[in-house]
């Protein structure tokens, strides 16, 4: 039997889609295409926005008609949060919750037998138990592999549905993580990627297993990851500025396998704002942080997200967020319209700030962030930097792949000697092109 997949949302999303068409491949089903005609559909949802919702309900209903005789499955956030919504979608047959993604299979095998519609959804509160979905040994990439090492978040800022979709904080054993990266190591992957919920939380949980150096936090992942062999590098997803404060920053840099790359959510520039979303730092927090990764490196990354249009924002806590694009140094900045969400302090705020006005301001935010990316990579210029040459690209006749720093590179093919895909390579940073910068190969690394 044919499955196909279709994915929303975050890098955990990915992650887990992975490790289920693994699992699928295991029990003898051919993984096909997400548009392609299949016997099963897998939806893996996201509702951090109502965009997200409502694109889910698009794609379930395109696949149906595709083929109206298909087991359809959705799962992931927004079938946790509103499982009677989806259930109600016209050739929906099981709705599965975030903590079940790991039984989806016996799910639907159990639906093909019965032929019941099926719904398997815990309370937020009983989402307490890590779930393994599996270890992943491939991916898509073949260069970058994501390795989930925590779920949950108890931050509860306010404009956030997540914690109730994906429940308190818990995190993998280290040894499990360890593991999974050995396997994706030994099968050539090059960049190991930790995502998660709240990646800073990781090992936070009460009754989480000491490590025997006194570690604590992603640092027990990072050091157990570092002492590896093998010429490959790890990047962090995200880290939580809720969660971390410059010291704590400060201690990762020792890690040297850990790229010169940290996606840093600030959410928005103005202290009012941020005590409003329940964020527990200032803006000056912010930038302490963000002083010490460019005192370390001057060209280190930096990306954020920032939300336009929160309930209550004035123009001069708008101006605050465009001020902080610009100290910061951001190399990409991600800009959000604020959308209502259910479960959230925030949906029941006064002022809630008209969409034109939300519409606007998320487009300056996009204009100030293309901004400053093209900063970043004009004081990036003259530059070499470590990149991971990941695909030839035939019309632009170049290789590309991503610098240690997160620009994307494309090097000519005659520039790039004897480099090959999957490799490390030294590149001189050029010029801006396209999306990143053009570069040539120094010299390629053993």
Known sequence: MKVAFHTLGCKVNQYETEALCQKFRQRGYEITGETDFADIYVINTCTVTGLADRKSRQYIRKMKKLNPESVVAVTGCYAQIKPEEVSAVEGVNIVAGTNEKGKLIDYIE?????????????????????????????????????????????????????????????????????????????RGFRELVLTG???????????????????????????????????????????????????????????????????LSAQSGSDRILAAMNRPYRRQEYLDIVKILKAYDPCYGISTDIIAGFPGESEADFQDSLKLIEEAGFCRVHAFKYSKRPLTRAASMPEQIPSPVKKERGQKLMEAGEAASRRFFEASRGTVRQVLLEEYLEEQDCLTGYTDNYIRVYVPARLAGGSQLNTFAKVRLQEPYLDGMKGSVERQEA
């Open 110 to 186: 159990a639906f093909i037998e019965e032929r019941r519609p099926q719904v398997h959804v815990l309370p937020y509160d009983e989402l307490n138990v890590y779930e393994e979905t599996g270890l992943v040994t491939a991916t898509e990439s073949r260069t970058r592999a994501y390795i989930k090492i925590q779920e949950g978040c108890n931050r509860f800022c306010s404009y956030c549905v997540i914690p109730y979709a994906r429940g308190s904080v818990r995190s993998r054993a280290a040894s499990d993580v360890v593991r999974e990266a050995c396997g994706l190591l030994e």
């Open 197 to 263: 919920i709240n990646t800073a939380l990781y090992g936070e949980e009460e009754g989480f297993k000491e490590h025997e150096t006194g570690l604590s936090g992603i640092e027990i992942i990072l050091y157990e990851l570092n002492r590896l062999p093998g010429d490959f590098r790890v990047r962090l997803s995200s880290l939580e500025p809720a969660v971390v404060n410059a010291d704590y920053v400060k201690r990762l840099l020792k890690y040297e396998k850990l790229c010169h790359h940290l996606h």
